[in-house]
Every structure is written in structure tokens, then in C-alpha cells.
């Protein structure tokens, strides 16, 4: 039932239910030993009782009793077909419920599970059923579609530690399991974390001395506030919603030509860094163009939804293509805002989440009446950048209510949009999901099991919105809490961040995610009030050193008692490498650009149309922009960053995959991006005055933002001699060929080429590339 989770799964052959055990350590989620006053079905029966058998395929599998489902109360406590004296679960008697007894038995002919399975429930599963059943065996509704409340923040022996409410919930459950948080991180690491968690870059040496050199108690605040400031903060934070949006600056499927949406990116990049709510972020994205008096800027917004791949493709079937755009609409509805598997029910009912495939075409509906065609013009000429509905950036509109976008040319301007038809399209439910077989007319509504449609509200996407932000709505705070808990985190709460539906993981802090969801909604969707919150905990500031002790009690540290550590992201490790090395290039917002590539790889992989049919390189200070610009074209995504996990925006992604291959370090050790920063970083500190030494340590401090000891200076400083004696003028002449920003003039070439290989060598420590 949880894909990640060690369970030990069983046959209760006759009764045909499964149970689950988590005895074994788990992958994400602490087993508590205690057995709790009040049993949850949600938090303690449902991860043992499973609606799935996952061993029906044994002797005994003619014996199951039909039609017998667990996880549905109604069908739990009705007689058996077989033995109509009988009952699953008799509500307040463990001795009349057969589930009960047969896990109890002594005899080996009905014990569930079977001897043969050789699988076993452990003494604390068997008494947190009896004692569900006792109080009642009662079910609930599953947790994540009730609507979030605040309790009561609990006690804990050391209330010393916490900083904020957060860190109650998180040293709560560490003292239950007998675990103590870690001491805070120091200062270097501490404020590395901190300025990779807000800004994606590491922080400036005069940030590191300033911060290093202020004694006063509120000097990380003052950090904190200060990150939060930059405008590096937007383009930090436009990342992960550049995932979710499914952005891309081409159109996708065979031809994939180029199309001009970067503008709806500058938006991005803007909101956040204006700090405009989550509220209103979300609605001009999904409603901006139906908003009263719409703006530029609001109908820029809705962009958010023609990110979508659209076909260019001569000989496509009109309705079949224009369908497939509001399904993908659709599912990012449901797995971006709603943290739910919506498209499970395109072609049936949910198979286990109450969603029907009506209420999938309900909610289809409000996407549905957008002005558009399944293909409006085959690739080539400007037309094409942007497809209808679209809207115009004039020069006008620069130097006003969009000066926010980094337009560089004289060129037409034009960015997909949002705009409905002045009638309303018909929706039906499609059989199978096909395009072509229409069944039951709907009209626009939306999961009752999540929040029934509000009959005052506007059936249109407007009207969608004012549903999404309902108080009662039990999902769309919860859900962008948990992603933002997820960036700076490493995990989730939920760490399934796309499904919080049954098939998802249940939260290791339930509580912690509803108080923080409530707290979110009573302060207006205030995002850089959360993010506040969260890098400003003690439970955040934590080192993230790890003891045997810990490592082996919680592996993924799922109780938070030592900070986070993890790679960073693809597009962060570029931006590292050229900001250490003074390669960067600040400017925030405009076009994307095409850094150095391998040869080839577009060649190999196109249509011969459009003008990414080829690769042509960029020059100049666009090859020194932050990877968040890197031109994606969604059929020959960037190598380097796909093979760092990068999404090719394809679809809506809201977690990416954390890989560890070779190629990674392949692409650290001979990336042209890599080694051109290493030459001119090492060229810069040959032209300043200074011992060695004092060079390695300040370029170990640009790269690692911490000092080095003294072995680690005396072992790179030993590497750079050996560097100077062993090089040639042939490997003076390979290695400094590299990149395309000039080489001094006048300087030691060999000098040059040794450090330059001593910089590689520090840019291709696991520590430059890990926040910690």
C-alpha cells in the first residue's frame, strides 16, 4: 500500500484482507511502541490493514471472502457470506470478531496469517487491533479530506530548545523515541544552508565575515532577513513552481519548436519576490483573465496554464490534441494544488481515493471552455512562438505594469494565455478516457469527498479558485506547506508530496502539518512568513552531523534530530560554480539561453524544422546565466542537468528524483562550465597579491563558505607543487583551452594551470555540492 515503507504483508485467506507491519525499521515512518489511549484508524490500524491483498495468489486464495473490504466500515461489519453468524469486526468485541481471532489463534489451520507464509503480525499490532475494536472500531475519514485544525502545542521535557511552534511538534516526537535534537550547526555551515535554502547560491565572502564577525543574539535573523531581501530570493523560490508549472521553452512531441512563455517565468520570478500571497499567486494563475478589469499583469499570470505541451504536428486530430491539453490541466490541478492523484479517475472511478470518473470530468469541465484548438498552425515563422489565446508585450507595458519583464530586443513579443470561448463548450464523461467517446453530459463541479462546489460560485475557473481557498478546503494549504517543508527539508511532512491520498504516505508530524496549515491561512497565505518560520527553527538550525546511534534508530531522519543534508539541486550547481568563481551573471528574468552543450545532441534527435533544429551556441554574458535560464526544449532536455535530476517538464513534477550515478561526477570533473570557472577563478587570485596558501584558503572559502584546516590547506597546497612541477607546455596548453572567457595577458601560465586544477579539485568535493 506504501510503496516505500517494509511491510510485512499477509493473506487472511478465508476473510480476504491483508494486513501490513511496519516491525521492521522503516524507510519513512518511526513505529511508536506505545500503545496510544485512543486508537486512530488513520495513524495506527490503517498502515497494518490493507484494502489491497498483496498475497491473493496462495492455496488458500479459492477460500476469500468475497466482495470483503476493511478499509470500508460498511462492508467490515457485515455478516460473511460464508458464515452469516459470523462478522469480520463486531464493533466493541474483539472475541466476536473473526479478524481478531484468527490472528490469536493457536490453531495453525485458521491462524492468519498462514504458517505457510511465513509471515508474522508482531505482539504490538495484534493489541492495537483489539484495542481498536474495543473502543469501538471506529473508522474515519481519511485524514488528509478533513480540514486542518490547530491543537494545542505539546509539552516536552527540554523547553529550552525550541525557537518557534515548530520545534514543540518536533521535540515531542524525538522524546518519545528517546532521541535528543543536535546541537545548532556553526556559524559557516549554519549560514551556507541558509543562503543555498533562499537564494540558491552560496553566501559572499563579506556576508560570511559580517555574519561571523556580529556576536549579537539576533544576528541569524538579521541573516535571514537579509536573504530574504535579495533578488536571488524569486529566482530561488520560481524553481520548484517552474516544476510544478510544467515550464518549458519549447512546444514538445516530435517537431518541438520554440515558443516564447519565458515572460510568465519574469512573473513568477517577480511574485515571489514582491511576496505576494499564496491566495492570489494561485488565483491569477488559474483565474487571472476572469478577474474583474483584468490587467496585463494578471493575464500574464495565466500563462500558468498553457505551459503545457502543444502538438505542431500537420495531420493531428483536432479534438484528440485539444483534449489532451485539458487533461493535463486537469491533472495539474489536482497533483500540483491539490496533492492528489486526480488522473487515476480519467478513464474509471478511482481504484482508491473516493474520486469518480464523473467528478474527473466535472472538474474537467472548468478547464475545458478554454479558446482554443487541438493544432492551430504547423511549426516555423514567429506566429508559432505562442499559440491562442495569446497576448501582446509591447514597450508600453515595459516601462509599466510589466517592467518587470527583461525584454532585450526589438522582436514581437507574444506569450500564451488564458481566455475562454463567449459560449459554453459541453463537457461529457469519456468512456475510458477517449476523446471520441462521449457518455453522460456534466456540468463544472468538484470532489465531494474533498469539499462539495459552493452553488454560488461562478462555474468557471474563477469560480474554481474561491473553491480551492475555502477555509473548509482540507487540502490546499496542507499541501503547499508540505512543499515548501520539502525544499528546505530535504522530505515532506507527507513525503509522498503528490498524493496525500491512501495510496500516499501518512505525515510523520500530523499535527505539526495542520497547525502550520492553519497558521498559513490565518496570516493571508503569507509565504515569506512561512519560510520564515521554518529556516528560523531550532529544529533547522540543527547540525547535521549524524551519530551511529541516531543513524541507526531513525536512517532517514525522519524525526529531525539532525539537520538536513542533501545534494543540491541541478540548476544550483551551476549557479555555484559561476558565482564562487565571479562568472555570474545577476540579471534577473528574460530569455533563456543556450549554454555549452555537447555537439550533436539536437542534430540527432529533431525534425529538421523550426529553429531548434540545431544548436546554437550562445556567446558572451549569456553563457554565465543562472541554470534556471537554460533554454529547455523538452524533447533534448540540458544533459548536465538532467543527469543532476532535473525535470524536462514534460509534466507537472513536484519532487524530483535524487539519483547518485558516475556520470555525476563525470560532469563535475570535465564540464566545460566546471573547468572554465576553475581557469578564471584561479586566474583572478594569481593577479591579487599573497602567499599560496592564503589563496587556496580564500578560494576554499568562495567554493565551501568555511574555512579549511590546516590538513586540507597542506594537502591542496602539496597538490599544487606537485601540479607545477609535473605540467608541460602540451597540458599547460589542454588544460587552460577551455571556455570562452579570455586569459590574462600577462600572467604564468603554468602557476595558472596548477591552481586551476587545484579549484577542480575543491569544486569536485562532495561537500561543495551537498547543503549540510
Known sequence: MHKNIVYIIALLAELGYCFQSCTTTSS???????????????????????????????????????????????????????????????????????????????DTGTLMPPPSSNLKLSAHQIKLIEKWIKQGAAYEKHWAFVAPKKTVLPTV?????????????ILHKQEQKGLAPNVEADKEHLLRRLSLDLTGLPPSLSLMDSFLADKSPNAYEKAVNQLLKSPTY??????????????????????????????????????????????????????????????????????????????????????????????????LFGKGLLGVTMECAHCHDH???????????????????????????????????????MMEICDEDLQGILSFVNKRDTNRLIVSVMGDLDTTRKTFVLKRGVYDAPGEEVQPGTPKAILPFNPNYPKNRLGLSKWLFERKNPLTARVYVNLLWQEFF?????????????????????????????????????????VKQMVTSATYRQSAVVTPDKLATDPENVLLARGPRYRIQAEFVKDLVLSSSGLLNPAIGGPSVKPYQPAGLWEGATSGRGLLSQYTQDHGPNLYRR????????????????????????????????????????????????????????????????????????????????????????????????????LNKVSIDKTLAVGEYPIPGRIDRTKLAALMRVVTTIYNLEETITKS
Open 28 to 106: 519513512s515512518r518511526v513505529v511508536q511502541e506505545t500503545i496510544p489511549d485512543k486508537i486512530s484508524y488513520n495513524f495506527d490500524i490503517r498502515p497494518i490493514l490493507s484494502d489491497k491483498c498483496l498475497a491473493c495468489h496462495g492455496p488458500d486464495a479459492n477460500k476469500r471472502e468475497a466482495g470483503l473490504r476493511l478499509d470500508m466500515a460498511e462492508s467490515a461489519y457485515k455478516a460473511l457470506s460464508e458464515h452469516p453468524n459470523a462478522h469480520a469486526l463486531v464493533p466493541g468485541k474483539p472475541e466476536s470478531s473473526e479478524v481478531y481471532l484468527r490472528i490469536t489463534s493457536e
Open 157 to 169: 521535557d527540554q523547553n529550552k530548545w525550541p525557537k518557534n511552534e515548530i520545534d514543540y511538534f
Open 234 to 331: 524569486g529566482e530561488k523560490m520560481a524553481l520548484h513552481w517552474l516544476d510544478l508549472a510544467r515550464f518549458a521553452d519549447s512546444h514538445g512531441y516530435q517537431d518541438d519548436g520554440y515558443r516564447t512563455q519565458w515572460p510568465w517565468r519574469d512573473w513568477v520570478i517577480h511574485a515571489f519576490n514582491k511576496n505576494m500571497s499564496y491566495k492570489d499567486f494561485v488565483t491569477w494563475q488559474l483565474a487571472g483573465d476572469l478577474l474583474p478589469e483584468a490587467s496585463k499583469e494578471q493575464l500574464l499570470a495565466t500563462g500558468f496554464n498553457r505551459n503545457h505541451k502543444i502538438t505542431e504536428e500537420g495531420g493531428t486530430i483536432q479534438e484528440e490534441y485539444r483534449i489532451s491539453y485539458v487533461t493535463d490541466r486537469n491533472d
Open 351 to 389: 481504484k482508491y481515493d473516493p474520486f469518480s470518473h464523473k467528478e474527473y470530468y466535472q472538474l474537467f469541465a472548468f478547464f475545458n471552455n478554454v479558446k482554443e484548438v487541438g493544432m492551430e498552425s504547423v511549426i516555423g515563422g514567429p506566429d508559432t512562438y505562442a499559440k491562442k489565446p
Open 490 to 530: 530535504g522530505k515532506g511532512i507527507v513525503k509522498t508530496s503528490g498524493d496525500f491520498g491512501m495510496q500516499g504516505e501518512l505525515p510523520s508530524h500530523p499535527e505539526l502539518l495542520d497547525w502550520l496549515a492553519v497558521d498559513f491561512m490565518d496570516h493571508g497565505w503569507d509565504i515569506k512568513r512561512l
Open 627 to 726: 541554470g534556471m535560464y537554460t533554454l529547455i526544449k523538452r524533447t533534448v532536455p540540458p544533459p548536465s542537468m538532467a543527469i543532476f535530476d532535473a525535470s524536462n517538464r514534460d509534466l507537472c513534477e513536484v519532487k524530483r528524483l535524487k539519483t547518485n550515478t558516475p556520470l555525476q561526477a563525470l560532469v563535475m570533473m570535465n564540464d566545460p562550465t566546471v573547468l572554465e570557472a576553475s581557469r578564471v577563478l584561479a586566474a583572478r587570485l594569481l593577479q591579487e597579491k599573497g602567499e599560496t596558501n592564503a589563496k587556496i584558503e580564500k578560494v576554499f572559502r568562495l567554493i565551501v563558505s568555511r574555512k579549511p584546516s590546516e590538513k586540507e590547506v597542506s594537502i591542496l597546497s602539496t597538490y599544487y607543487d606537485k601540479e607545477l612541477k609535473k
